[in-house]
C-alpha cells in the first residue's frame, strides 16, 4: 500500500490499540469485581471504571481519530488497505459514528438514571412491587426512545436499539422469523403433550458436592477444547465470561448443591463464548476486529457447545460414567440414555433463565413485542404487567402469580438494555443453522462425539466462524456458512428430532 | 477559600483523579499478572500496562497539569488552601517535576536497557555466571548517572536516586548513622558470640502442611488488625501488598511446606504494609496523598510488625499454643519460650532476604557503598564480585562461593533500582524510633500483645503515622512521632535486648 496510506494506517493502528488496551483494562476491574475484589472497595472500582469508560468514549469520539478515518477512507486511499484493514477501519468507524452521535449531555443522562434504576429495580423485585419500578422504567422508556432518535433509523426506531448488539437486524426482518418459530413452537408443544410422557428431572435438584461438580465440569470444557493456558475458570454470582485479549479469556460459574444444571451448563455455555474468543486469529490482537461480531452470533457459540453437543445423546454416553462414578449415591440407577431425556424435559416455566431449549424463545418473543410496543409509544409502561401476563398466558399457557415472576424478573432493562433480548434467540437460530451447515462437513460427528472427540468440531468453528472475530458482519457469516440468510427453520427441525428421541424414544 | 482557587484547585483535583484511577487500574493489571493471570496473556498483558503507565507519564507531564499548579501555587492563591490540599499540591508536584525533568527518549532508553537487563540477570544468577549480566550493568550504571544528572543533586549524584524512594534522604546524612549501626552490629555479634549459645533453628525446616500454615497466618493477621472487608490475601510468587485505593488492599504470601518462617512472617510483613495503606485518612481516596509517605516509612510498618510484633517473645506467649495445636507432631516438645528463641536464631548469612533482624542491615550497608562508588564513577562495574566478596567478609566473616549467592542474589539492580536498598535498613531504624516512641505512650504494651490484644497499638500507628499518608514527609513523622532525625540508636537498643532475651535468658 502507499506509503502515505501505510503512515496514516499506522496511527489509526495506534489509537486503537491505546483504546483497546484501555478496554481490556476496565474488563479486568470489571471481572475483578465480580470475582475477588473486597466488598470495601465497591465505592472506589465504580469510579476506576467510570474513569476508563470515558477516556476510551474520549478518543473514540476524538477529532483526531475522526480525521484519520476520514483520511483513511475520503482519500481513496482506501484501495491501499488490506481486507483485515478496511474491515478494522469499517468496525471502529461504526462504533465512533455510534458514539458521536450521542451528546455527552444525554450519556451521562443515560448513565444516571439506569443506575439509580438498577436499585428501584431490585427493591421492585425483592417486594414484587411493578409501582417501585414504574417511575424509572418510564423515565428509560423516554431516554431509550431518544436514544433511537439519536441514532437515526429507516423504518423503525426499535431498529436503532437492536442494530447496537446485532448490527443490521431490523424488526422486519426479525418479525417474520419469529412469528414461524412461535408457530413452530407451538406445534411441537402439542406433540410434546400427545406423546403422554411425563419425565421426572427431580434428580437434578437433589444434592450435589459442590466441588466434585466443579472439577467435572472444568474438566469437560478442557475435552471440548477450552485452553487453560491462554482462560481460566473462577466463581462469581452470574455466570459470564470475560475477555482481556485473545489469549486472556476469563469464565466464571456457580455451583449449587441442590441444582445439578448450574455449573456444568453454565460452564459450558461460558466456556462456548470462551472458545470463541481464544479462536479469534490472533493478527487481530488488540485491533477492532478482535471481538465477537454480535450478540446473536456470540450467543450462538454458547448455545452451540451447551445444547447441540452438551445436551444431546452422543455426548452423554461419552461423559455419563464419568459422571455418574461422581455421584454414585445419586445416579447408580440411571442410564446414560435416560440422563440425555432428563436433562432435556421440555415444559412451559415463568423464569426465563430456567426455560427449556423450545420453550425458551417464547419468553424472547414476548420480550421482543413488548419492546417494540413501548419504544413505538404504542404501549405505555403502565400497561407492561398485564401485558407480559397476557401474552404468558398465550404462547405458554401459565400466569405468573406475581410481577417478581413476572415482568421484573429480568435485569435488563434496569440498565436501557432495550433491543438486547431478540440476541438469546438469534444465538439459538444461528447455532441450529451452522449445527446444520456442520453436519454435512463433518458426517462422523455424533460418533466423534460418543468417543469424546470435539477436536474436529472445534476446528470446524474455528474455520468458519471464531477466527474472523468482527472481519465478518452475522449477515455475511450465515450466508457464508449455510448459503441463506436467519430463518427459523435449522432450528425447528434440531428441535424436533430431539423431541423426537427426547419424548417419543426414537434413536 | 477564594471562588477562583476553589475552581483551579477543582479542577487540578480532577486530574489527580484521574492519574489515580489509571494508576489502581495498572496496579490491579500488575496484580492480577502475578496471582491470577493465564501464561498466555504475558505478551498482551505487558502492552495493556504499559499504555496506562504511558497515558498517566503524559497526563502528569501535560501542560494543562503544569498550569494548573503554577496557578495554584504562584498566584499567591495557596494561601486560600487548606493544610490537606497543600499538601496533595506539593507532593503532585514533586513527582511532576521529577517526571518532567526526564526526556521521552531517556525513559525509553531506560525502559527497553532494564527489560533486557532483567533477562540477562535471571540467565547469570542461574549460572552464576557475572560476565553475562556485566554488559547490561554497565549499561544499567551508566543509565543511573544519567539519571542523576538529569534529576539534579547538590553534593551526591546518588542522593537523586536514593530521592526516588525516600524523600528528602541524603548520602550524608545516612552514611554516620550507617558507620554507627555497622560499629554497634560488630560490637552486638560479638556479644552473641561470647554467649556461647547455640541455637538450632532446625525444626523451622521440617514439614509444615502448607493449607494448615496459610490458614494460621491469615488468622494472626486478621487478629492484628488487617480488614479483610477493605483488602485480601492471595498467593504468588514473591509476596508483596498492592493497594488499588483505601479500600481495597491486596496481600500476597507464598507457602514452603519445608520452612515455617515464609508464609507467616511474609504475611505479618505484607499485612503491615496493608495496615498502612487502610490506615489513610479516608478523604484522601483518589488523592497525591492516598499512599504511603516513603519507601523507607513503608517499611517500618512491615518490619513493626513483623519484628516489634511478630518476633516478640509476648506475641508468641499469646500465639503460640493455637500454632503449636496446629503442628502437634513438629511442636509439642518446643515451649513457646524456646520458639520465640528459634525465631531469632541471629548469625551471618549469604542471602539478604534470608537473614536475620541484627545482620540484615550489614547486607544493606554493602549494597549502599557499592552504589555509592558506581554512581559517583569511584567503582568500575568490572570490580564488583571483588568488592562484593571483600565486604562480606570484612562485615559478616563469610565469603560467598559465588556469584549467585554473592553480587547477583538481588533483582534490584537489574531493573535500575539503585537508591532502593537503604530504604529496608530506614525502615529497621524507622520501626525501631517508631516502637521506642510507642512504648511512652503504651506502657501496656507488652502485656496487651500477650492478650492478643492489638487495637491500641494499631490506633497508635493509625493516629501517628497511618492516617497521614503523604501529607508529611518521613522526616516530618520522625521529628513528630520521636523529637529527633534519624538514627541507629533506638534500632542498637530494641536489638540488644533482644539479644539479651534470646542469649543471655535475660526477660
Known amino acids: ?152 433509523y429507516k423504518e423503525n426506531p426499535y431498529d436503532a436499539l437492536i442494530d447496537l448488539y446485532e448490527p443490521g437486524m431490523k424488526v422486519e426482518q426479525l418479525r417474520p422469523v419469529f412469528e414461524r418459530l412461535q408457530e413452530g413452537t407451538a406445534r411441537l408443544l402439542d406433540k410434546i403433550d400427545q406423546s403422554g410422557a411425563d419425565i421426572s428431572d427431580a434428580v437434578l435438584f437433589t444434592d450435589f458436592d459442590p466441588s466434585a461438580q466443579l472439577s467435572f465440569a472444568r474438566e469437560v470444557i478442557k475435552k471440548l477444547g477450552f485452553n487453560f493456558t491462554d482462560g481460566r475458570v473462577d466463581l462469581s454470582t452470574h455466570p459470564f465470561c470475560a475477555s482481556f485479549g485473545i489469549r486472556d479469556v476469563r469464565l466464571t460459574t456457580r455451583v449449587y448443591r441442590d441444582d445439578l444444571r448450574s455449573c456444568l451448563f453454565g460452564l459450558i455455555h461460558e466456556a462456548g463464548h470462551g472458545m470463541y474468543e481464544q479462536g479469534i486469529d490472533k493478527a487481530y490482537s488488540r485491533t477492532p476486529l478482535a471481538d465477537g461480531t454480535s450478540m446473536g452470533i456470540h450467543e450462538s457459540q454458547s448455545l452451540f457447545w451447551e445444547n447441540m453437543v452438551g445436551r444431546s445423546l452422543e455426548f452423554w454416553k461419552w461423559a455419563y460414567p464419568s459422571l455418574q462414578s461422581q455421584f454414585p449415591e445419586r445416579l447408580s440407577d440411571i442410564s446414560a440414555d435416560s440422563f440425555f431425556r432428563i436433562v ?117 468453528l474455528r474455520e468458519k466462524v471464531h477466527r474472523w472475530g468482527k472481519a465478518k458482519s452475522p449477515a455475511e457469516l450465515t450466508n457464508e456458512i449455510c448459503g441463506e440468510p436467519l430463518s427459523e427453520g435449522a432450528f425447528l427441525t434440531y428441535i424436533e428430532k430431539k423431541i423426537n428421541q427426547v419424548y417419543y424414544n426414537q434413536t
Request: hydrophobic fraction near 40%; proline fraction near 2%.
Open 1 to 152: 500500500m502507499g506509503s502515505t496510506t501505510n503512515q496514516t494506517f499506522d496511527e489509526f493502528l495506534s489509537t486503537t490499540r491505546t483504546i483497546s488496551d484501555l478496554t481490556a483494562a476496565s474488563s479486568v476491574l470489571g471481572w475483578d469485581q465480580e470475582t475477588y475484589m473486597p466488598d470495601g472497595a465497591a465505592e472506589e472500582r465504580a469510579e476506576q471504571i467510570a474513569t476508563l469508560n470515558a477516556l476510551i468514549h474520549q478518543m473514540m469520539t476524538s477529532d483526531k481519530a475522526g480525521k484519520l478515518v476520514e483520511e483513511l477512507v475520503s482519500n481513496g486511499s482506501a484501495a491501499d488497505l488490506s481486507e483485515w484493514q478496511i474491515a478494522a477501519l469499517r468496525e471502529f468507524s461504526r462504533e465512533r459514528e455510534q458514539a458521536v452521535k450521542l451528546p455527552d449531555e444525554f450519556v451521562r443522562e443515560m448513565s444516571k438514571v439506569t443506575s439509580l434504576a438498577q436499585q428501584s429495580w431490585k427493591k421492585a423485585r425483592s417486594k414484587s412491587d411493578f409501582s417501585i419500578f414504574r417511575d424509572s422504567l418510564a423515565k428509560i422508556i423516554d431516554i431509550k426512545r431518544r436514544h433511537a432518535q439519536y441514532l437515526g
Open 344 to 460: 432435556n424435559v421440555m415444559k412451559s416455566s415463568m423464569i426465563r433463565v430456567e426455560a427449556d431449549e423450545l420453550t425458551y424463545n417464547l419468553h424472547i418473543i414476548l420480550r421482543f413485542e413488548i419492546e417494540d410496543d413501548l419504544i413505538n409509544g404504542r404501549m405505555n409502561v403502565d400497561d407492561i404487567p398485564e401485558a407480559w401476563n397476557t401474552k404468558m398466558e398465550e404462547y405458554l399457557g401459565i400466569t405468573p402469580a406475581n410481577d417478581a415472576e413476572g415482568c421484573l424478573q429480568d435485569v435488563h432493562w434496569s440498565f436501557g438494555g432495550h433491543g438486547y433480548f431478540p440476541s438469546y434467540s438469534l444465538g439459538k437460530l444461528y447455532a441450529a443453522m451452522f449445527y446444520q451447515a456442520m453436519l454435512k462437513d463433518l458426517p462422523e460427528h455424533h460418533k466423534q462425539i460418543e468417543r469424546g472427540e470435539f477436536g474436529d468440531l472445534l476446528s470446524w
